[in-house]
């Protein structure tokens, strides 16, 4: 093969000319009404699959992104531990030991000296002074089984319909123990307000009684509501705010309490010890007990709302 340009002899099916650079002339391939006829059919097919693609392609985002948002979400719901469980638990044996204490201080304040008595004396009668009291040896007994189921319950962090049903047979005990106790302060008025000369200090006394029984009452109520409300796990974050009441209510009235005692023992128009620690260790559960229903019916709102959106 010879370059046209200048005769150089090149190799053959070269596109330029090895010494002069001249690029050769390359032979147009040219088709028959037969093969175009042929090309047109192929792409006339393969058009429309490409334009099927590309309307169908968003479409199928939207609706894996519709399969996404609407996939049902699986909230872990981890409680917070509850302490008011532990003073639940230890409320039987608070109770005992301050009122072998109370009875200690009274034996006392009666004799003027505790000289000849043993302490395994003093804790034996006070068992059987008060055990003498059927009313009272039932129902305390029966108020310590349901403060220790209520405290196991708690411990399991356990926030379902048992809670409520372990806080029923505590309604129903102080229930009965308000009954009794606002029968005895209605009998015992007459007598004061006709005999005592500081009859209004007296009245006190029994208004600050009556106050706290029917407040320990409603708080019990309270609680047993809101545990219900949360057991539902469908609570309301503005109702759920009730739950502090209990502990709140319970405190105040435990206060006026205490404050009226420590004055008639002051007066020396009563015996015993001035703070009664019991009442502290329940206002103090209670209000614990409330601010855990509290979080966890939160928990259980978040993940209410998480699952909506």
């Given at each position: ?15 330029y ?21 042929d ?11 490409f ?15 519709k ?12 409680k917070?531990?509850c ?16 009122d ?25 009668s ?30 399991a962090?356990?926030?379902g319909?048992?809670l409520?049903v ?17 029968i ?20 006190v ?12 009452l ?5 609680l ?12 309301r974050?503005?109702?759920m705010?009730?739950s ?34 019991p009442q ?8 614990l ?5 509290y ?11 998480k699952?909506?959106?």
């Open positions: 093969m010879i370059c046209p340009k200048c005769n150089h002899e090149i190799i053959e099916g070269a596109k000319c090895g010494k002069c650079g001249y690029a050769l002339e390359t032979e147009e391939k040219t088709y028959t009404p037969d093969e175009i006829d090309e047109a059919t192929e792409i006339a097919h393969v058009i429309p699959d334009a099927k693609q590309a309307v169908e392609a968003p479409k199928a985002v939207v609706n894996a992104h399969a996404v948002v609407n996939a049902p979400v699986t909230v872990k719901t981890k917070p531990f302490f008011a469980s532990v003073l639940f638990f230890l409320y039987p044996l608070i109770y005992i030991i301050n072998i204490i109370n009875n200690t201080v009274m034996k006392y304040q009666f004799n003027g000296t505790l000289k000849g008595i043993s302490i395994f004396e003093i804790i034996k006070s068992i059987l002074e008060y055990f003498q009291f059927e009313f009272y040896s039932i129902t305390s007994v029966l108020l310590f089984i349901a403060f220790v189921v209520l405290a196991i319950l708690l411990f962090k356990h926030s319909f048992l409520p372990a806080l029923i047979p505590v309604l129903l005990i102080n229930s009965v123990v308000c009954i009794y106790e606002l005895n302060l209605f009998k015992e008025s007459g007598f004061i307000f006709r005999n005592l000369p500081e009859y209004w200090l007296y009245a006394w029994l208004i600050a009684i009556a106050l706290f029984l029917l407040t320990d409603l708080c019990t109520l309270l047993v509501v809101m545990s219900f409300v949360t057991a539902l796990k469908k609570p974050k503005g109702f705010k009730l502090f009441l209990p502990g709140i209510l319970y405190f105040v009235s435990t206060a006026i309490y205490t404050v009226v005692r420590i004055v008639m023992i002051f007066k020396n128009s009563m015996y015993g010890i001035p703070l009664w620690v502290w260790l329940v206002a103090l559960a209670y209000l007990l409330g601010i855990w229903l979080k966890v019916s939160g928990t259980y709102g978040s993940a209410q709302n699952t909506e959106k």
